[in-house]
């Protein structure tokens, strides 16, 4: 697998309205993008440090994974993301090298990426996203 940068991290926060401002006001970054995913029962907002982005995500609906995530484990980080080229040929070397995958096909995902989960079982507990930007 080859991972080109982190492309963001993700954090569970049960209100944009209320987390946006504490990025902004504490750590003095600026929210770029708020975007509703609807297949993912999310709606999400971004903000760059340096060549990393943020992904604050609200749940839209309580049995949403966001919602079933905050409900469980409470707020805080949900996922790491990482950028890839060939996102398809990376979920195959994944799952050749044993990998679980949640998603053996990518899908649309916010900003236009296309996204893929893989399994936290085989990632030390840590949900995994390979996202690639079609894009660019």
């Known amino acids: 697998m080859k991972i080109t940068h982190i492309e963001h991290i993700g954090i569970a926060v049960k209100s944009l309205d209320e987390a946006i401002p504490f990025y902004e006001n504490v750590f003095g970054l600026k929210c770029y993008n708020v ?12 903000f760059m440090v340096g060549q990393t982005k943020i992904e604050l995500l609200e749940s ?8 079933k995530f905050i409900d469980k484990k409470g ?17 195959q070397t994944a799952e050749e090298k044993g990998v679980n995958l949640i998603d053996k096909a990518p899908r649309k995902g916010a900003e236009g ?11 030390f507990g840590v949900l995994t996203e390979l996202c690639e930007n079609k894009n660019k």
């Open 75 to 91: 707020e805080g980080v949900h996922h790491i993301a990482y950028a890839v080229d060939k996102i398809e040929d990376q979920l």
């Open 35 to 46: 975007e509703e995913v609807k297949e993912q029962k999310v709606k999400t907002a971004f």
């Open 60 to 67: 839209t609906d309580p049995e949403g994974p966001i919602g």
């Open 113 to 123: 990426l296309d996204i893929a989960f893989l399994h936290p079982k085989s990632t």
